[in-house]
């Protein structure tokens, strides 16, 4: 970590291999950026646990997780007008939480300027959809610089916060999946850190900064017009747009991000290579660029992840210039599907130009990886709560999941949360479930840093109007699924020890009067209060308290007395009922061939939540030597 936080404030030139969550970080502190907000979410954290190495003493800008995307945008853009340099990241649907706030800012004078990095999810590899957030970029007039590698990350970073300081305007960095966690040498210019002037400079005079009525509102869209072309007239000369010529004036291909860097790789040992415009300005799309490129070919394909969106705008350029080339693009609904590898596009390729390419030769002895099923951790205090409460629930009530480790409880063996939507949603989606429902009773889930994020407008609309459903807060202490972050009743933020704001005070200043609590481990207890709480005629709670087990057995092994626990299967008692495997379902418990139960030693942490639940009493904690 020292290693990495020195690299970060190295003031002389140097390379370095490192990811693209990481070169971006670097690209913030040499473009002098001094205000940096987030609200975690893959693909997007590593971003977070890099500046994390920087002691915050040392550190050349201010960082906070905020409490949702919309919070830490608008913390980003008040810092930016008031005259600093401002960057918010967070994932793909983090947009839609912040695009309230977001589809305005294109609108104002942004002094300080402001960077916008969106970490998309093409594959869905840690989102519940795979939204093309150019289409945001479109609605809100905001250019967009797409980088396809880690080198790449670094200098569109500093060249989008130069844009966005000239020009007053936002400027997204849209980063994908594989481009935030691959691995490339790059190549880092000279720093030589800046006494900063921290001087408020915001000036009611650079505005106006209230969007409403026509007489304010036209003339500042008509501003967030011009500037968006004032970008497209700069990308027509930038080198962030490139031609790769192959001398090919049949074929052409125009791609961008990780399709293009798929395309070489595809392209590399094939003696017949399409020209390719490689696009990393892709809104707006530099026009006579374009152009000038389908006006030079026969045949131009696109290559583009997700949705046809530049697609669609080559082919308004060639039918507006009147230009006579045949273009290809998504043609499949699988086109649309999935991320754009390199065995993704040869197929693309392929479907248009099948003699472009050689055959593809599949290795007979590659191995085949079986799928590996998403599971809660061993000790999870989430599935002793679900093993618990799926015994207080009736085969017809209606259970409603949320975002976060816990959504996995729908999976076998606990098969619990039938809805799912975005953060926040499950108690408002069980608030309507429960209309006109005298006979199915409706339980929500929440994760803890959930409550916070957005979960609060619905609790607050289930009480106000009196919606008899039952909400379980999930509470480990921490925001896990994305890798441990504090949230407001952590007892600390990213930079200190802070005031943590208890769940249940909140509950209780919000007028709720019927709210349990229990720790998970204690199963016959939480059976108990989930089915008190059922019957109560109104809105109830019950907080599900456990602390994360890998975050906190992580914490113990720093630890000089820290001594590892196991349980073991005692097989004099052990009558092979597989409780433990068939509705505990701790993946600690392996069953043999002959049918036995075994442990994976590996696995074990010894948190003994799993004892309770053998009736046989099998399970045991292991007796050391």
């Known amino acids: ?75 980003a853009y008040g810092a930016a007008v008031n005259g600093h340099l401002s960057t918010v990241f967070f994932k793909s649907v983090g947009l839609n939480v912040a695009s309230d706030t977001f589809v305005q800012l294109s609108y104002m004078n942004i002094t300080g300027g402001m960077v916008i990095v969106i970490g998309d ?38 060249e989008a916060a130069r844009l966005s300081r000239d020009k007053q305007m936002p400027v997204i960095l849209r980063l994908t999946t594989h481009v935030c966690h691959a691995k490339e040498k790059v190549h880092f210019s000279e720093w030589i850190e800046q006494t900063a002037d921290d001087t408020p400079l915001f000036d009611v005079a650079n505005g106006p900064y209230i969007p409403i009525a026509a007489s304010l509102v036209f003339p500042m869209k008509r501003k967030a017009l011009s500037r968006l072309e004032e970008v497209r007239k700069w990308s027509e000369t930038s080198s962030v747009n490139r031609v790769i010529d192959n001398k090919n004036s049949q074929m052409g291909i125009i791609s961008m991000g990780l399709p293009f860097m798929s395309l070489m790789d595809v392209f590399e040992k094939t003696d017949q290579k399409p020209d390719i415009l490689k696009l990393g300005v892709v809104h707006p799309v530099a026009r006579k660029r374009v152009a000038d490129f389908l006006k030079n070919h026969k045949q131009i ?27 290809f693009g998504k043609t499949e609904s699988e086109d649309w599907i999935g991320e754009y590898t390199p065995d993704k596009v040869y197929e693309v390729i392929c479907k248009t130009w099948p003699d472009l390419l050689p055959n593809k030769k599949l290795e007979e002895s590659m191995p085949q990886v079986p799928l590996r099923q998403a599971q809660m951790c061993p000790g999870c205090g ?75 407008p619905g609790i607050i609309n289930a009480v106000f109007n009196s919606h008899p459903i039952t909400l379980i807060v999930m509470e480990n202490g921490t925001t896990a699924m994305t890798g441990h972050q504090d949230h407001a009743a952590s007892g600390r933020n990213f930079n200190e020890i802070t005031e943590a704001i208890p769940i249940r005070q909140v509950l209780e200043g919000f007028g709720v009067k019927h709210i349990f609590e229990t720790d ?13 709480a059922m019957q109560i005629d109104g809105f109830s709670v019950v907080i599900a308290k456990h602390p994360c087990m890998l975050k906190f057995t992580r914490e113990q092994r720093r630890k000089k007395s820290y001594v590892q626990q196991q349980v073991q299967i005692n097989s004099d008692k052990c009558q092979n009922v597989y409780e433990c495997i068939e509705r505990f379902g701790c993946p600690t418990f392996t069953k043999k061939s002959d049918g036995r139960i075994s442990i994976n030693k590996d696995l074990c942490i010894g948190d003994g939540s799993c004892i309770q639940t053998c009736p046989r009493s ?3 904690p292991l007796k050391k030597a």
């Open 1 to 75: 970590m020292k290693y990495l936080a020195d690299m970060l404030l190295r003031q002389e030139a140097f390379s370095e291999i490192v990811m693209g969550n990481t070169a971006v970080v670097r690209a913030m502190i040499e473009a002098g950026t001094r205000v940096v907000s987030s609200y975690p979410g893959s693909p997007t954290p590593e971003i977070a646990v890099a500046i994390k190495t920087i002691p915050r003493e040392k550190r050349p800008f201010y960082f906070e997780f905020s409490t949702n995307e919309k919070v830490a945008t608008e913390v």
């Open 121 to 158: 999810d093409p594959g869905a590899n840690s989102s519940q959809n795979e939204q093309d957030n150019r289409h945001y970029a479109h609605m809100s007039y905001t250019p967009v610089l797409e980088p396809a590698s880690p080198a790449e990350v670094y200098i569109y970073y500093k």
């Open 301 to 327: 394909m696109v290559v583009e992840e997700l949705d046809n969106v530049v697609e669609k705008e080559i082919k308004c350029i060639a039918f507006e210039e009147n230009i006579n080339v045949k273009i």
């Open 382 to 456: 989430h599935r002793s709560a679900f093993y618990a409460i799926k015994k207080a629930l009736a085969a017809t009530d209606i259970t409603v999941a949320d975002i976060g480790c816990h959504t996995l409880g729908f999976l076998p063996p606990y098969q619990t949360g039938q809805l799912l939507m975005c953060m926040g949603a499950s108690t408002s989606m069980g608030a309507g479930l429960s209309l006109f429902n005298t006979s199915r009773k409706v339980v929500a889930f929440m994760g803890d840093s959930t409550f916070f994020h957005a979960g609060l």
């Open 520 to 532: 998970t481990y204690k199963q016959s207890m939480l059976i108990s209060m989930v089915k008190e």
């Open 618 to 620: 099998a399970v045991e």
